[in-house]
């Protein structure tokens, strides 16, 4: 179910010397989120650089800002089977729901109600199982 973790770095150095020299993770893709996204998702208004490290299952988003700001990046992506139906499901209880449509597949975030945002991806298996 759990997909990746999002946490925000204060210094891009820490890739290396924590991430890579005592985690043992490697990077495995490297990419901006543009400033649109990033003040859709998470009300920062800024370009950030991101860092997608994995060892074994465990993958961390490091969303890199080197100057203090009050907001983060701080997220938790899961896999779900039929994505639609917990959409559905959050809105009816009122949870604040963010779809944001993409050419490939629209992004998901809801935030519970401490603020705390999950990305909801949908398990590939669903279009194995209806085969």
């Given amino acids: 179910m759990l997909n990746h973790i999002g946490i925000t770095i204060k210094d891009s150095s820490e890739i290396k ?11 495995i893709r490297q990419f901006a989120i543009n400033k649109e996204l990033s003040d859709q998702v998470f009300q920062i208004n800024q370009e950030t650089e991101v860092c997608l490290m994995q060892k074994d299952d465990l993958v961390f988003e490091l969303f890199v800002i ?29 949870y ?17 109600k401490s603020e705390n945002i999950f990305e909801i991806k949908e398990k590939q298996e669903k279009k194995d199982e209806e085969v």
């Fill in 17 to 27: 010397n924590f991430y890579q020299d005592i985690l043992g993770m490697e990077i």
């Fill in 66 to 94: 080197e100057k203090p700001i009050s907001m983060q990046y701080n997220h938790i992506c899961i896999d779900v089977l039929y994505r639609d139906n917990l959409i559905e499901s959050a809105k009816s209880k009122n």
């Fill in 96 to 112: 604040s729901c963010v779809i944001i449509p993409r050419k490939n597949c629209d992004l998901v975030f809801i935030k519970d």
